[in-house]
């Protein structure tokens, strides 16, 4: 392979936009802390009809969909034998492992009895509920955490391997176990988010009466298994995009624009499923209620299509910007679905309503600084990226 | 045995297929209430609204008051069920009439609340049918609210250590020494009822009686015992004054089918036995393994 191999990129951790993240990171946790002392009401409107927030539909449901890069790249590199695509694994592992590591992270601020959390894994009282598909999103969830970090542990371990001390040790250790496993860990990388993303749709079976008909479908786990693949790729474009103008590194634009082919045809899927499900189960007609829903519905659609067509008409054009707004497009229509599912078209009755909080919005703001600032630092320090090293350090 | 690449990726496409798509072969069977179910019978058109229901449930349940001020004047007077509040009386109108309403847990034959719950926080108890709570299992992620069509679990928003609230038809006050179901449990909202619009007892007991009551007084009645069927049936029933529609009195046309039916019939479609996660399982390893040594051979 002629790769040019991962490096790290060095440079001042403290730039003006790092100054702003620890603004955010001080922000989230001054609302963070008042809901740890009073309580989520204190904090956040969620409330008993919508007992589930922006911090559930944005942060653990999108989040963990922007964060199937590492899933999405796995399949095509390792199932898919495209080596060509082997310079996006570690930047896609790295933003994978952040992103769920940052999903987990709000899970702990949304439940109202987190010292109990340990109780699911440990199957408190040997009650493991399997009727429960939270249960296999919360254990599949922590499991892929793990495989993602352990996914991603080489680079860590291949730089402490180099540098006298007490990690080094550890390294000439590990290293070489963790190569041997790599097989097994990358096998369970592929089950468990195909386990948990479908399974994050199929949390709303259950919703017969309050979730939109235009939403309610057998086919929600593989409507969210499906996007969240084309999700990823579009994190991971986005994320070389921004680490190649940031970083001064070489924009892979030949390679990038292969995934937009790949992104395009996943969309479509996703699009004709979605509408060939309304049409057979005899909803179609409920799409032109003219109602709130119904022009929600067209919104989600207009998005996929108009993602799907970009990004079929930038493949093989190497037009980096036009590959980028494709990308967006595929994360917003993707994203708007999910929030959808869990939010917009979900309606317990009874008058109930929700517009996430000043709070809410500043411990999600808060964890995505924190996450971003881990990543600066990462790439800054250990071999993620691909490329030469900057001449002068970067601006991010 | 030697497997190409072709055949692996075609099997792991099967897997992966299998893994997302419903397979209505596996559709479960109707639960049936226990012959040992006990409930609640709750006639609205004996209901004078005093609310003695509400103020015994909170003496009970060692729940507070929940004060609203009116005129200038305190009253313990909860707007609905809500954290402190496990039994509300609500009043409900249908056109020029009016009715009232009872509301607490349903205690349904198939729960979804139980369906959802990820280590037993919510249970059904086997013989007696009521719907259990225990706070030690609870992490409180509230998919028992999102689950429950009758939007009866409530959290404590305003707590730093906050539980779900709801019925449990006072399980804690059945004792061994009273009589009959009253061992089982011995709900405050029946003992205090002045006009028995609420009463206790066995499941089956109850939905004869109601149905006795249609059959007499066919011109007092809606021709129809809500819980009977509704929501795969319910351990609470109720009976409404005619021209009142139960919809009116706040309880939804939700079907005659648990919606675990649906989830769950779903769920173990894609998991069953473990067979589609196994084998893609399976599949992904033998692919990158031969990946593996393919380009390992290449690179030699």
Known sequence: ?396 | MKLSRRELLTGLAAAGAAAAVPSPAEARDRKVAEAGSVGMLYDSTLCIGCRACVVKCKEANQLPQDRATLNGAPYDAPPDLNGTTKNVIKLAAAGGRSAFMKSQCMHCVDPACVSVCMIGALAKNASTGIVTYDKDGCVGCRYCQVACPFNVPKFNWDKAAPQIVKCELCRHRGEPKKPGVRQIADPACCEVCPRGAVVYGKRSDLLQEAQRRLKTQPDRYEAKVYGDQDAGGTQVLYLTAKGVPFRALGLPDVGDEAAPALSESISHGIYYGMVAPVALFGAALLTIRKNRKQADEEGA
């Open chain 1, 1 to 396: 392979m002629s790769h040019p191999k991962p490096t790290p990129v060095g440079g001042k951790l403290l730039t003006p936009f790092f100054g702003v993240l620890l603004l955010f990171w001080a922000l989230g946790t001054a609302a963070g802390t008042v809901r740890f002392l009073q309580g989520l009401g204190a904090a956040s409107a969620m409330n008993d009809g919508y007992p589930w927030g922006i911090w559930i539909a944005v942060d653990v449901v999108v989040g963990t969909a922007l964060g199937s890069g590492g899933f999405a790249v796995a399949l095509l590199v390792y199932i898919l034998n495209r080596g060509k695509f082997h310079p996006l694994v570690r930047p896609a592992l790295l933003t994978s492992a952040l992103g769920y590591t940052a999903g987990a992270t709000a899970i702990v601020f949304d439940v109202g009895r987190y010292w109990n959390l340990w109780k699911v894994p440990l199957a408190y009282n040997g009650r493991y509920n399997w009727t429960s598909g939270l249960l296999e999103v919360a254990l599949c969830v922590m499991a892929y955490t793990a495989v993602l970090w352990v996914e991603i542990s080489p680079a860590f371990l291949e730089r402490w391997k180099e540098q006298p001390g007490p990690l080094q040790g550890l390294a000439r250790f590990a290293l070489p176990l963790v190569e041997k496993a790599f097989p097994v860990v990358l096998a369970f990388g592929v089950v468990l988010p195909a386990m948990h993303q479908s399974t994050l749709g199929s949390l709303f079976l259950v919703s017969v009466t309050k979730l939109h008909k235009l939403w309610h479908t057998p086919f929600l786990p593989a409507l969210f298994l499906v996007s969240c693949v084309g999700m990823g790729y579009a994190a991971v474009v986005v994320e070389s995009v921004f680490s190649a103008r940031a970083f001064r590194r070489p924009l892979e634009t030949r390679m990038l624009s292969d995934l937009a082919g790949i992104m395009a045809g996943l969309t479509a899927v996703f699009l004709g499923l979605r509408l060939v499900d309304i049409v057979l189960r005899g909803r179609l007609g409920l799409a032109f209620a003219l109602d709130f829903h119904a022009l929600v519905f067209w919104l989600e659609v207009a998005l996929a299509a108009v993602a799907a067509g970009m990004l079929w008409t930038s493949r093989g054009t190497r037009d980096a910007g036009a590959l980028l707004r494709g990308a967006f497009a595929v994360m917003a229509a993707g994203g708007l679905y999910r929030v959808d599912v869990y939010l917009t078209a979900f309606d317990p009755g009874n008058g109930w309503r929700y517009f996430p909080s000043v709070g809410e919005i500043l411990v999600t703001l808060g964890i995505v600084a924190v996450e971003t600032m881990v990543y600066i630092y990462i790439v800054r320090k250990y071999p993620i990226l691909a490329g030469a090293p900057a001449p002068a350090g970067g601006r991010a």
